[in-house]
């Protein structure tokens, strides 16, 4: 790639941009779309273009975004969006404070350079000797000048280490905040408790539980809630909601032309009797009712489980009690601090500690054997769904594959197609194997995911791409000497420069304009809207911003940000693209975190500490690599890199120790505040109720409406 | 050595020890040893002869240590004596079941084994055939035989499992029940806060912690104790002590010879001029007493440090303060269950976190550093104190080294004195280190300290003389391979099987002979009350017992396990001296502990997952020598033995995650027992008062006693 053609796909890339943004400029004023450029502010009762959106200005947006303060954005999407852009910040003012030094010191250095031996490593591939001429690999072995390299790295690392501990002072700081505040939130008096023991002969677990806890906290103690196996009443209770949506659809089809709908009552609606809809539908809610509540009178009778959730009639109480050792046997009575109720993961509290950890190491294992061999699945459904295979097993396809254009299409995507769905797939994959640890609530889950994927790119797309096709040459080296790794990466990051540069632009012009034009979203709604939603609340749902999915976005940003670190002295100028990335993200997102996403719990910035891990780890992987590029160059004071090794790794215990347990735990500073007004205990006890138990006694119009209601907010609960 | 020599040691072993035995009996009937052979009894008011100790029969002590209960033990002693004989017990059921087994099970195999090739390995450095013939070194490589062996490392593993399960479970129950109480004992009450931030302007640091604590437990908190530094305080107040003392001794003279006693003032007593005892520390006293007093107020109103003692009036909102994260900052107010006041270390409490862990990893390095080398510095002590070097810098003592006799000793037996000394000191030396490390704690130290000369003695004792002189040939190879390291255990193993024998009989016929007739004692006492004592109080100085010394006696014992654990297989006839080993230490402990030591201090079996941990690591070196050990005999199925390995690996971390955390924190459901009467928080506050900062309102006659009476219960306090 020469200088005019990497110009050419970086201005290609940055037209893309602008006509998004100007088609985000464009829809997001027409009142019909509202609801997919302000979804937030509307389920919030807000007005949409309220302060001024809908002016004729193009960047209004910007102005606001920018404007808005963090309180702003913690009432508006809570701790976790607020602390997810502090660490967009972080990486922004990392890269801004390098590249201040950096760029200013290393290009004249490397560019006036003319020692004879620099002309072996290059920075591309192909002939793009302008960048070469600015990269590191431009300055020859042994030179003297590499000391201002050796400068370059204390000063990103230190850099590093400064924003960091800022970044988490500050979240430190939003999470005792949020935990301070004076509003009553269920989660904060309750307790779970897992690995109850069996109960005494004739005792219920309820009985149980409850002296258990009377004992030991007489006067604060409220009840508790055991947990049951909700599976049979869940089906009941999703049948009668589906068939409750089916007669309201019913209903709106009746009032909009006024003939009553007929439906089929077999399979899909596609065989046996044709019946009226309303009375169909309604009949069988009327007739599934009674069986839900007998259900439910047996699951809370009989179907209690080991495990349950404890609530206290005060906020000390409880954050005292989640920290406890409650029974000299440590494996019993296990108690950790509540999640919200919405994020439990009822099916996996009742499981008990060592099948917890056994089914952890399964898992890890999995995810093992997933990172370091995620061809060989991809290569297996490739071979399988080959032209002729299809044609075996699909005989009526053959006269469509036999033409020639399809032939070569197919022959030509049916790999990378698999390859697309696997790489589409992992992210679920990985969450449903994190949720399989027995992890007890979501947002747990989301992070473990998150950790998963991280190593899943790291490996497989820097390293992979960085090593590329001399991996399995080099595979031999390695393994008869493990530090090769780091000498072979040294090797071969530099060549690979370019790609992570067109990479890293492509990623934040075109990630970051569909980002904020939510071109897909929109025509889904309206493809919907228009062919399928018959009810309002078919509506709602079409347009229903999910939320930020923290499992697949933080993990591509640390890759971005492990790519740009491991660059900035080699190749400084990337360190522009990197600042622009996360500047422009910080940007987007604000607008998205105020205005469309709904996020779907609230953690309190448990986040944090698993995003500082891994920036540390990428920032020990710079180092290591740095090491290896400057013995590669036959500089001799390079034991001068091992400082700053050591340093990361005290830097990383110092934070934890720190920090990290008020991240874990709940502080009683914290826990002691003030309440607003005493907290009703029964409405705190009834929001962990789970909706499939919550029992209607007048099924009127209001009850149903607020029932239907509770659906998308429980979903995961079920 | 042959067999005749073997008996002849063994048997001359053994007469010691009965010789010893029958000292005992002899010596213990005296009335003027009681106070060496039943201290604690008397130290506790009872009759030292209670229960008909001084019958004629001699073996009356065993049928009494025999039939006396644990909760004897435990009301004579406290939790920590009764969980070490737990420790000797387990140890010996481990021996005796193993040895029931392999004993018939695996001589008679090793001595009918006829294979050709058994020649090449000896079990003994000389020609001690018949030892020889009952080792597995007698089978034949790749015998079928050899599966034999692999049956009984699997016995002796899952027998070990066993009983240290059942014990892990009883000691746990038995530190439960003894924290259930419902005695009041102040450290329930208490936690220790440590890493207080700087107190804001114009806030002493007890308002500070006062109004910290209130706002979280408004009701249970009681007050508490800032930590002062007593250096100054504590020097006036042993001034007192010291002068107090010669002045009752001065009395004393008077009292018994009429004369009133005069005293040099200057240096030791050798200079300056002579004045009357009694007027001289009298007004010594006199003249210090107010000095203390001034002191006192000074030190508790200006010189509060950063660490405090904080008091609730109940049990469990100690203990669950004791466990929660208070501060959002973790590295401030950390929280810990308070030690026994006579526990504490007071000068460590101020110390902060990273200064902790900054220490601590300078000591370990220390540790690491004496156990590798710890020949050279007694190399070096060795070469300064040659005789050449003694006559240059002592040149009186040339015409007494000139003489040939005095030579000769002195060459053979210096460096042999400077291994002594050395190996004397390395306990104190150790013990020194550990509470260098910050630790808060008495038994922490002890623990500590008991865990590095575990280290200690199995790296140079047991592998030391195994691997022996061929140590230094063969540190190339490990070097090379450090896997070898199993190999090399292996092969060196069976050679010294006779040696340890000797060692092992020795150490329980002689040692724990002279444990029980107390000689050494028996004589310093007798020398020390006629030459030294003059007071009461002197006098009982010169008896009071010590206690257990777990911090030399534990690692000892280890020794003993892991040697006999890692001969169980290759030489069964060490069995039964490891099985004699622990029993004659349970019997002849239980004497001594019902009627000799007197705790230092309890810390409610602590000690226990230290001593199961070491115990499973004896276990694992045992598995792995067993793994070399067969490679070398060429046994194709050696792989089955690496189950146990990981068993090990298994079983360790399931009862460290079933029981550990009972013994880090306190458990609430213990916590929460009722209490026998309200507890008096005054009593309960003042009894952490360390005595320099007692104040005496009226020296009066009674509350000197109390006083003094008070000075060896606090000695490890200043």
Redo the contacts between chains.
């Keep these: 790639m020469d200088l005019s053609s990497f110009l050419t796909s970086l201005l290609t890339s940055f037209v893309i941009f602008l006509f998004l943004m100007l088609l985000f400029t464009w829809l997001s004023r027409k009142q019909g779309n509202a609801v997919i450029y302000y979804p937030n502010r509307i389920l919030k009762s807000m007005d949409p273009w309220e302060g001024g959106s809908r002016t004729r200005n193009p960047f209004a947006w910007i102005r606001e975004a920018i404007s808005s303060s963090e309180q702003d954005i913690i009432s508006m999407s809570g701790v976790d969006s607020a602390v997810y852009l502090v660490f967009l910040n972080t990486a922004m003012r990392i890269f801004v404070s390098s590249g201040v030094v950096l760029l200013p010191l290393l290009l004249p250095i490397a560019a006036t350079d003319r020692s004879s031996k620099s002309t072996g490593a290059s920075t591309s591939n192909g002939t793009f000797k302008q960048l070469d001429n600015l990269s590191m690999g431009h300055v020859g072995e042994k030179s003297t000048r590499l000391w201002a390299y050796v400068v370059a790295e204390y000063w990103v690392s230190l850099v590093t280490y400064l924003l960091l501990w800022k970044a988490y002072k500050h979240v430190?700081?939003l999470?005792?905040s949020a935990l301070m505040s004076p509003q009553v939130r269920s989660e904060q008096f309750a307790v779970l408790v897992r690995d109850i023991p069996p109960p005494s002969q004739g005792q219920s677990r309820k009985e149980q539980v409850d002296s258990?806890f009377t004992?030991?906290?007489p006067r604060t103690y409220y009840r508790s809630m055991v947990i049951t196996d909700n599976k049979k009443v869940n089906e009941i209770w999703e049948e009668i909601q589906s068939f409750k949506k089916k007669l309201a659809r019913a209903q709106v089809v009746y009032t909009n032309t006024g003939t009553r709908p007929k439906n089929k009552t077999g399979f899909l609606g596609l065989f046996g009797e044709r019946v009226d809809s309303i009375e169909y539908y309604t009949e069988k809610v009327n007739e599934l009712t009674p069986k839900l509540e007998e259900e439910q009178k047996l699951t809370l009778r009989e179907k209690q489980q080991c495990s349950s959730v404890v609530f206290f009639n005060n906020r000390?109480s409880a954050?005292?009690?989640a920290?406890?050792?409650?029974?000299?046997?440590?494996?019993t009575?296990t108690v950790m601090a509540a999640p919200e109720p919405r994020q439990l993961i009822w099916p996996n509290l009742p499981m008990n500690?060592?099948k917890r950890q056994v089914r952890q190491y399964i898992v890890y294992f999995v995810v093992a054997l997933t990172i370091l061999f995620y061809m060989i699945p991809i290569g297996f459904v490739s071979a399988v769904t080959t032209l002729s295979n299809l044609e075996k097993y699909l005989p009526f396809l053959k006269p469509v594959v036999e033409q020639n254009v399809v032939k070569t299409v197919l022959e030509a995507y049916l790999p990378q197609l698999a390859l697309m769905i696997f790489l589409a797939l992992l992210p679920k994959f990985l969450l449903m194997l994190s949720k399989a640890e027995g992890l007890p609530c979501e947002s747990h889950a989301v992070r473990a995911a998150s950790g998963k994927y991280f190593y899943f790119t790291i490996l497989n797309v820097f390293i992979g791409v960085t090593i590329g096709s001399t991996l399995f040459d080099t595979f031999k080296d390695i393994e008869k000497n493990p530090d090769s790794i780091v000498s072979v990466l040294a090797r071969s990051l530099p060549s690979q420069a370019t790609f992570f540069l067109t990479y890293v632009a492509l990623k934040f012009f075109a990630g970051y304009g569909l980002e904020l034009a939510r071109i897909v979203p929109l025509i889904v709604f309206h493809l919907k809207k228009k062919y399928l939603c018959k009810t309002e609340d078919e509506i709602r749902e079409a347009w229903t911003p999910g939320d930020l999915g923290y499992s697949t976005r933080v993990p591509n940003d640390m890759l971005i940000l492990t790519i740009v670190l491991c660059y900035s002295v080699i190749a400084p100028i990337m360190i522009p693209f990197g600042a622009v990335y996360f500047a422009l993200g910080w940007l987007i997102l604000r607008n998205q975190v105020l205005k469309v996403y709904v996020p779907s719990y609230e953690s309190y910035g448990r986040m944090w500490p698993h995003i500082q891990a891994r920036v540390l780890a990428a920032l020990f992987l710079y180092q290591l690599t740095m090491l290896g590029y400057f013995i590669l160059k036959k500089f001799k004071s390079a034991a001068v890199l091992i400082p700053p090794l050591i340093l990361t790794l005290i830097f990383g215990f110092?934070c934890s120790?720190?920090?990290?347990?008020?991240f874990?735990?709940?502080?009683?500073?914290?826990?002691?505040r003030e309440l607003k007004d005493n907290p009703n205990m029964e409405v705190i006890f009834e929001s962990y109720i789970p909706p499939s138990l919550v029992v209607e006694k007048l099924p009127d119009e209001d009850q149903l409406d607020d029932a239907i209601s509770r659906v998308s907010r429980s979903v995961s609960l079920i």
Tied chains: 1, 2.
């Design positions: 430190s700081a999470r005792a258990f004992d030991i906290y000390v954050a005292c009690a920290q406890s050792v409650h029974a000299t046997m440590v494996d009575w500690f060592y110092v120790h720190k920090f990290y347990g008020f874990k735990d709940p502080a009683l500073q914290v826990a002691c």
